[in-house]
């Protein structure tokens, strides 16, 4: 019996050991770009792994300063196209999952087929198509309609989460409210949709990030100014100051991971919650 | 029940928006797929001409090779080491909680923020090689990202830095579903951890494993980000994979109609694999 407690206690170090490895070797590309951030250029090279001291705010502010970014512009844009996105995916796909869910007809069931095969599409074969088509229609590429572009990439997968969730809420609310005259409109309103609270935290947090991360769409629709956009096309002419490069980064991700640290349990559901029901 | 039905224009705003633009778009991809178009001209019927020309065309065969190298390395390991992982922090404790949340950190940045990082380490000028130069090991210094086969192996480093606590936590989820009492059959019947392992783990998170694997394949097929901002898929063509491939054909040598076809036959590769994958999982499950 004690030889046994003794082995376990040895394969728990061994364990321990593996993820304080592991840990390091995840964190210090991160560790390297936060610290080197805060240190003159010059001495990136010689001594990355050091500690920032003295602190150089050198890099930051030439981001700041630099005339070819205007991060607020880049963050609006970003953030526009992110709530803005992630609210219309959610408002149209609760809408459709309601019926879907809902309504038990041969058309019903031929429509989830038809919502679902969005979601094995590689996104790379629509962008030309549908360059071209906004062109024909004279529809200027830009952050509007970026917003419905994001919702149309993002309707398979949130409809299906959506119905999914609706077919495991109870019936008799919705029929309580029919008796009482409610429209069928406002029942989902005021009685399915807020039940439903969970199931959009998860797809806004999958749709959001998506959006807010995504760097092909933007680039290849437009070159719309987002985050991501915005730090590819400016870095270019910095691509050997480090320095530089490293305070993009740092306003790139600095808000990301300030709310992932906040919600992480939320960011970990959205994430993979989305993959396991789908 | 009362006859009120939920009127059909609830699917309405929903089917118009993913209809325009994303199924139209599709079957507009297939229909170029079959003309040579530069997007501007009258376009040219050619048939089958542009999928035969696929099987010719040395570039996209790089770019193919490359592609399945990156997901067949990058699938295996991070299912092996998410799984392996997943194990280690599958506990109630302040320690694994602390591991799972650093792990999952690289998954929520930004591939650009990441690439640019990465860029920095492994560039010729950056920061791996200064190091190795101060520790007097300049004839370590490499060319990191200007050759081909050391480039191949970044972008797989980095992938799999990037995806692998992301594995974690779906292979956290399965385990999680697996009844804690099996485990006390197994150890009551003398089963070693192997045995609790392979007869119980196992089998039980098969439908969290196929989820797993589905998304790397998915994902390693789709991959653009790293490579567009760590090689340009330089030197040459070299790193290039399938999606920067058809993006460099499409937008920038504005051969419309041959991309497509490439698309297509992504699109449909992507679609066979994630069925076959479905299929072969539902199967087990029933066995179960």
């Known amino acids: 019996m004690h030889s046994m407690k003794g082995k376990a206690r040895v394969v728990n170090v061994f364990q321990t050991i593996c993820l304080l490895l592991l840990a390091i070797v995840v964190i210090l590309p991160i560790y390297i770009a936060v610290a080197n951030t805060f240190k003159d250029s010059s001495i990136i090279l010689d001594q990355p792994l050091s500690l920032p001291i003295p602190a150089t705010l050198e890099n930051i502010i030439s981001v700041l300063k630099s005339p070819n970014t205007n991060l607020g512009e880049m963050y609006s844009n970003s953030i526009v196209l992110m709530v803005a996105g992630t609210l219309l995916t959610v408002i149209l796909s609760s809408l459709a999952a309601y019926y879907l869910a809902r309504v038990k007809t041969k058309a019903s069931g031929m429509l989830r087929i038809y919502f679902l095969i969005g979601i094995m599409v590689p996104y790379v074969i629509v962008y030309l198509p549908l360059c071209i088509l906004l062109r024909n229609m004279g529809i200027p590429l830009g952050i509007p309609v970026l917003i419905f572009v994001f919702a149309s990439g993002n309707i398979s997968f949130a409809t299906f989460m959506y119905t999914n969730n609706i077919h495991t809420l109870p019936i008799e609310l919705e029929e309580a409210a029919a008796i009482d005259g409610a429209s069928k409109f406002k029942t989902f309103w005021v009685i399915l949709f807020p039940l439903l609270r969970p199931c959009t935290a998860t797809i806004a947090i999958f749709v959001g990030l998506g959006i807010w991360n995504d760097f092909q769409t933007p680039l290849l629709m437009g070159q719309v100014k987002t985050i991501t956009v915005g730090i590819y096309t400016a870095v270019g002419p910095y691509s050997a100051n480090w320095g530089v490069v490293f305070a993009y980064v740092f306003f790139a991700a600095v808000p990301v991971i300030i709310v992932y640290l906040c919600a992480q349990k939320n960011f970990v559901n959205g994430l993979t919650m989305g993959a396991v029901k789908g | ?288």
């Open chain 2, 1 to 288: 029940m009362k006859k009120n039905k939920i009127s059909f224009g609830f699917v309405v705003p929903a089917f118009v928006v993913y209809t325009v633009l994303l199924v139209i778009p599709i079957f507009m991809a297939f229909y170029f797929s079959f003309n040579k178009w530069n997007g501007f001209n009258t376009m040219q019927f050619l048939g089958l001409e542009n999928y035969f020309n696929l099987f010719r065309d040395v570039r996209l065969g790089n770019a193919v090779k490359n592609t399945v190298v990156i997901s067949i390395v990058v699938v295996i390991i991070v299912n092996v080491l998410g799984l392996f992982l997943a194990m280690l922090v599958n506990t109630e404790s302040v320690k694994s909680n602390i591991f799972r949340i650093i792990f999952f950190v690289p998954f929520v940045l930004s591939t650009v923020a990441i690439s640019f990082v990465w860029k920095s380490i492994l560039s010729y000028n950056g920061v791996l090689n200064g190091i190795l130069t101060t520790l007097g090991q300049s004839e370590l210094v490499g060319n990191w990202l200007g050759k081909q086969g050391p480039a191949i192996v970044c972008i797989i480093i980095v992938e799999i830095w990037r995806t692998l606590g992301y594995h974690m936590m779906l292979y956290l989820a399965a385990l999680q579903t697996v009844p804690q009492e099996l485990y006390e059959a197994c150890t009551v019947d003398g089963g070693n951890r192997w045995h609790k392992f392979k007869s119980v783990t196992l089998p039980l998170i098969i439908p969290g494993m196929s989820v797993s694997f589905l998304m790397s394949i998915i994902n390693e097929l789709r991959m653009y980000d790293i490579v567009k901002i760590m090689t340009d898929g330089g030197p040459g063509y070299d790193t290039e994979t399938i999606v920067y491939n058809i993006v460099s054909q499409g937008f920038s040598n504005n051969m419309v109609g041959y991309s497509s076809a490439i698309s297509v036959v992504l699109f449909l590769a992507i679609g066979a694999i994630s069925i076959f994958i479905v299929n072969a999982m539902s199967k087990k499950e029933v066995e179960m």
